[in-house]
């Protein structure tokens, strides 16, 4: 299970320090028991992919 991070206020000042520095928006967030796929090149491609065409972010997770 996934939730927003709880940053203390070091951390959360280094975040918003790259946040500037880039232009960007980053979300933190913590997980609890969750193993991440690595996956090859030609499936990670097809996971960017269906992000493009979907509008959204998608995370690879151990079934």
């Known amino acids: 299970m996934w939730s927003f991070s709880k940053i203390e206020s070091e951390n959360l000042k280094a975040i918003t ?3 500037s520095k880039l232009g960007i928006t980053l979300i933190a967030f913590s997980d609890d028991g969750i193993e ?7 499936a990670a491609k097809e ?9 959204l972010s998608l995370v690879a997770l151990k079934a």
């Not at 996971?47 to 509008?55: H, I, M, S």
Request: without cysteine.
């Open 47 to 55: 996971v960017k992919d269906l992000e493009k065409k979907l509008d």
């Open 17 to 19: 320090d790259l946040e």
């Open 36 to 42: 991440y796929v690595d996956l090859k090149e030609d």
